[in-house]
């Protein structure tokens, strides 16, 4: 009750290590996000908890407002690749979703 609405900082050391298939939210803030053409979709900004899966919030080049994101459902069957070495993320998704 004493820490109700502190901020709690964990080092990265501390981090249990992921697995082949998962990934930290912090770690795909900031990432690239293309399609199968290789067109630009934008760069995540944020992630939505949905409860069954995780919505990457996607903001195109320029954009500043979050009404132009795209919402890309973070599941194997729009999600291809993830890249953390590239900061890229390969999605099955059109330029006009």
């Given at each position: ?17 992921a ?62 690749a ?16």
């Amino acid at each position: 009750e004493a820490l109700r609405g502190a901020r709690i900082f964990v080092g990265r050391a501390s981090f249990p290590t992921a697995g082949s298939d998962e990934f930290y939210w912090v770690d795909l803030i900031g990432m690239a996000v293309e399609n199968r053409e290789a067109a630009s979709l934008g760069t995540v900004v944020g992630l939505l908890d949905t409860g069954p899966y995780s919505v990457l919030r996607v903001r195109p080049e320029g954009a500043t407002d979050e009404e132009s994101e795209r919402m890309i459902p973070f599941v194997a069957a729009y999600v291809e690749a993830v890249d953390t070495a590239a900061r890229c993320i390969r999605v099955d998704w059109g330029l006009d979703y």
